[in-house]
Structures are given as structure tokens and as C-alpha cells.
């Protein structure tokens, strides 16, 4: 089954009803949306010579045409390479070489660095700007039929960077994103065409993901004209669109509980917050029920297994009187309906209730594989199972909680960081002998990226100011550490491996000391 469908049955069967709103106003209805999308594909098939199985990219903020370019690639049984628009222009480009994008469409924001990447990466034949005349065009093509997709076709590649640095497309397919959208129905929420959702996080990533269910229910899809989150426009927005959910990181929640607006705002119309992606502080999230009241439902995954591998209900945060509530809000819950969990050893032995070990998923919800990527799929897959790298126990009941994570990940505002991206970038100043960059805990931004530098032989430390210009160039703003460490050495293991527990330790016993 082709997830397009879903856009095309809606606009036979409620044509007038709202789709897509570009904050208050309606931007397309039903039966717009359905000839939009059905037109576009057809645009993009002929006037790029797509066939279905080829990749396009959009490189976008937030807007609704990002949904119409998003049907449209699938309605024309193409695959959607929707990527983080955050990212530095190397990072794109590296994002499309490697997916073999043959076609961008991105918007005016970030047109210039975009369409300059047509020429270079050699698979790129065209950037199409949204809106605009190009787009317009496109959208007025006589409608492609529906081009039927097997459950395994790859749908989406999600851009996930890992240990090794350099960025790796998961590979969601049809019957991956049915399954996610289905169990959040089991899991989450039902949803009611009368119902809508707020795109505040990047569609790019889990809001994307989560506006699928909506999509697939007839329900409307609405995206603040700032593009992001603005506790006024989500208090104005709440007035507009009844039956209102939305996805967010937990340093999101946080801002908005604590936005003025927000808490005046009359939130009958609010129904579920879905937050995830990153741990949530207890106290947080205390602050966030006294605003929210029982909205609030949290999910665990991640792009290899979107939005599904646990869940801790609206119920579970609403049961304060339950004996283990403290636990239980510190979990991320339990399994999700689609899918086996389990916590093992190093040989892949179950490990019982209590003990600590990687988490590991199996279930129709788990990628198809890394994009071109045969090795790194055999080794995250073996076995049969999905290894998360994230690390956890059990409890007696069945809710998981999350004690690590064996990968070196940061997360800061909700956007994860690899640190050896920001090694690999900061080695290339020659001022730079040796670096490891962590996290440190930081109220506002959950992490915040501190590098450890060791400077080269003999020489005074390098300018912070060279060191954040030489991250600047290469890598998105986002990913710049915050504080800059110049040490004589990195501590190191028996293997020459460096310790970064105890860089983290260290700075995690400075902020309990209130020390930075
Ligand atoms: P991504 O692939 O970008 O979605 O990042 C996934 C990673 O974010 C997971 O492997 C976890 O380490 C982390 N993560 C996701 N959800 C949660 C959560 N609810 N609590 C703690 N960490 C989470």
C-alpha cells in the first residue's frame, strides 16, 4: 500500500474539510490537497524523467507545501529524502550524494545554498523552490495516477548520524510508517477527522513522522506561520483548531510550560503532547503536568524504529496515586503494541528484570536497512533484532527504563549531536593535537556541547574564536560546542582509548556543585 492513498480517499471523502493550515488560515483543503499532490507527481515524474524507486530531497523550514512535496514524491512512488534544514550546506550535500538525490525542493530560505549544490553533486538535476513558480507549475500538471507501492518499498530515508560520524539514511519503508501510524492509535491516541496537529517540531523528524497518523485519519495538519514554537502563536492557534496534538522535545516542553501565554491560554483544545527523543528531568515535567493537566504521553524510538519502541501513556502520567508514579514517569514505559523489546547482554542473552543491557527491537516498525550500507545493516540488524545502542532495564511490571547509552550521542534542544562529527571538524585546525567532546547536563538545553582540547605540541592553546569559526564552516550551528576545555592530556584507558565517562563525570559533578 502506497501511503499517498490515504490523501486521495480523503479528498473524495471529505473534500471541503480543512487539510493543511498555514497557522489560522486554510492553506488547502481536502479535495486541494488530493489534486495538488496527485498534479505535483506528475510534474515531478515528467518534468525531471523520475521513475518510481528515485530519490527527492526536501531541504525545508516548516510550511505546508513541505506536506504537498512529501505526498507527492510518494503518490509518484518515489522515495522522500526529507532532511534536517539545520544542517550546514556540506552536510546536505553529503545527504544527497549518498541518497543519490535526483531532485530538492526546498524553499526560500534555503535556496541559495541548495541550488548551488545542482552541478556539484552529481546525481542533483534540479532544486524546485515552494512556493513558487516553479512549484506553482508543477502543482498545475494534469494529475499522475496513484503509483501502487509494495509494503516493502522504501518510503523514507531518514538521515541518522552515528558513531562513525558521517551520516546513514535508515530506510523506512510503506509498511514501516503504517505500522508506526497504527500503534499510535493503539499506543498513543485515537484520532478524529475533527482533530488536528501542530507541526512545531521539524517535520523533518518526529513531528513528520507523527503527522502521519493525523494525515492517514483525515485530520488537519497545521503549521505555525513561524515556522517553530512561539508560546503566543501556539496559545492563538489552540483558539483556531480544536482536538490539538502535538510532537516535542523535552527542552520544548519545558519552555513552553513555563511561557506566560501558555499558561493563560484556555487549553480545552489541547489533547496530547507527545514528548520524546531525549530524557525529560522529573522536576520538568512535574512543571509540565501542573500546566498541561494529563496531556502528556512519552515515546521512545528512534529513526532506525520511528517513534516506536516504548510508550508511557497519558494514563501512566496521570496515575500519581500509583505507588511506583515517581518510577514510572522516569521510564519510558512499556513496549509498544507493534513490537518485541528486550534487554540483552554482550552475546545477545536475555537479561532478567533489574539488569542493565542494550535494548533491542524486532517488529514491522524497524528499517529495512542503512541506505547502500550493507555492513552497518548486517551489524545493527544482527540477529534479527534492531540494537539500539541505548541502554536499560526492566522492571517487574514491564516498563523499560533508559540508564545510558552506549553510543556517545548528544542531545541538546531536542537535536541530536555525534561527537565525532565535532572531533573530525575540530582536528582540522592545526592548533588541535587531541579532542573529545561530551555532554554536559544544562538546564535549558537538557545538554550542551563542551569540547575537551588538547593543544597541538608545544603550542599555546588555539583561539576559541578559530575554533568556533573552523566548526562554522563545516558543521551546522547547532553542533558548535558551547564551552571549549584546553587540558594537558585526555584521560585515556589501558588500550589508549580515551574515557569520556570520566570527562562527563567531571562535569557532571561540577554542575551538582553549581561549580559552572
Ligand atoms: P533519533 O534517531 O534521532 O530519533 O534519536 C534516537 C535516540 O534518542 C535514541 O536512541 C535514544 O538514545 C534517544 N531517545 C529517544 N527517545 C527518548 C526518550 N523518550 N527518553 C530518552 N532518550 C530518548
Keep these: 500500500m502506497n501511503l499517498a492513498l490515504w490523501v486521495e480517499r480523503h479528498g473524495r471523502r471529505q473534500p471541503e474539510d480543512p487539510a493543511l493550515a498555514d497557522g489560522e488560515r486554510v492553506h488547502a483543503s481536502w479535495a486541494t490537497f488530493a489534486a495538488r499532490t496527485a498534479a505535483a507527481a506528475a510534474g515531478l515524474r515528467d518534468d525531471f524523467g523520475l521513475s518510481p524507486g528515485d530519490r527527492v530531497a526536501i531541504v525545508m523550514r516548516n510550511r505546508p507545501e513541505y506536506l504537498e512535496a512529501l505526498f507527492a514524491i510518494w503518490h509518484a512512488g518515489l522515495v522522500a529524502v526529507p532532511v534536517n534544514a539545520r544542517l550546514h550546506r556540506d552536510e546536505i550535500a553529503y545527504i544527497l550524494e549518498d541518497s543519490e538525490s535526483a531532485v530538492v525542493v526546498t524553499d526560500d530560505d534555503h535556496a541559495g545554498d541548495v541550488e548551488s549544490l545542482v552541478g556539484s553533486v552529481a546525481s542533483l538535476r534540479a532544486a524546485v523552490v515552494a512556493p513558487g513558480e516553479r512549484w506553482d507549475r508543477l502543482t498545475a500538471s494534469s494529475p499522475a495516477p496513484l503509483v ?95 482536538g490539538m496534538s502535538f510532537f516535542a522535545a523535552p527542552t520544548m516542553i519545558k519552555r513552553l510550560a513555563g511561557d506566560g501565554a501558555v499558561a493563560a491560554a484556555d487549553l480545552s483544545h489541547l489533547k496530547t503532547i507527545v514528548y520524546g527523543g531525549a530524557p525529560m528531568y522529573l522536576a520538568d515535567l512535574e512543571d509540565a503536568l501542573a500546566v498541561f493537566g494529563p496531556r502528556l504521553a512519552q515515546i521512545y524510538g528512534q529513526g532506525e524504529t520511528p517513534m516506536t519502541i516504548t510508550a508511557l501513556s497519558k494514563a501512566d502520567h496521570a496515575d500519581r496515586n500509583h505507588p511506583r508514579w515517581r518510577d514510572r514517569v522516569q521510564s519510558v514505559g512499556v513496549p509498544r503494541t507493534d513490537v518485541d523489546v528486550r534487554v540483552v547482554d554482550d552475546t545477545d542473552r536475555d537479561l532478567p528484570a533489574g539488569e542493565v543491557g542494550e535494548v533491542v527491537v524486532q517488529g ?153
Design 148 to 242: 501502487g507501492r509494495q509494503p516493502q518499498d522504501p518510503a523514507w530515508l531518514f538521515y541518522t548520524s552515528g558513531t562513525t560520524g558521517r551520516p546513514k539514511g535508515a530506510t523506512l519503508t510503506h509498511r514501516n510508517l503504517l505500522m508506526m501510524s497504527l500503534s499510535y492509535f493503539a499506543d498513543i491516541d485515537p484520532v478524529t477527522p475533527q482533530d488536528c496537529i501542530l507541526h512545531a517540531a521539524p517535520i523533518s523528524h518526529g513531528s513528520g513522522l507523527y503527522g502521519l497518523p493525523h494525515v492517514a485519519r483525515g485530520a488537519v495538519s497545521v503549521v505555525p506561520e513561524s515556522g517553530g514554537v512561539d508560546g503566543d502563536e501556539i496559545a492563538a492557534l489552540l483558539q483556531r483548531w480544536p
Design 364 to 516: 514491522d516498525v524497524v528499517m529495512a536497512g542503512y541506505w547502500k550500507q550493507p555492513d552497518a545493516t548486517a551489524e545493527a540488524l544482527r540477529g534479527g533484532w534492531l540494537h539500539t545502542g541505548d541502554v536499560g532495564s526492566f522492571d517487574a511490571d514491564g516498563y523499560l527504563t533508559l540508564r545510558d547509552r552506549s553510543k556517545d550521542l548528544i542531545i541538546s534542544g531536542g537535536m541530536n549531536i555525534y561527537p565525532r562529527e565535532v572531533e573530525e571538524v575540530l582536528l582540522r585546525h592545526a592548533g588541535v593535537r587531541a579532542t573529545a567532546v561530551v555532554g554536559r547536563p544544562d538546564a535549558e538545553w537538557g545538554e550542551a556541547v563542551v569540547a575537551f582540547v588538547v593543544a597541538a605540541d608545544g603550542a599555546a592553546p588555539p583561539p576559541i574564536e578559530d575554533l568556533d569559526r573552523t566548526c562554522l564552516d563545516h558543521l551546522a550551528r547547532f553542533k558548535r560546542p558551547k564551552e571549549y576545555r584546553f587540558v594537558d592530556a585526555l584521560p585515556t584507558n589501558n588500550y589508549g582509548k580515551v574515557v569520556k565517562r570520566e570527562l562527563r563525570d567531571r562535569l557532571r559533578v561540577e554542575a551538582e556543585d553549581g561549580a559552572c
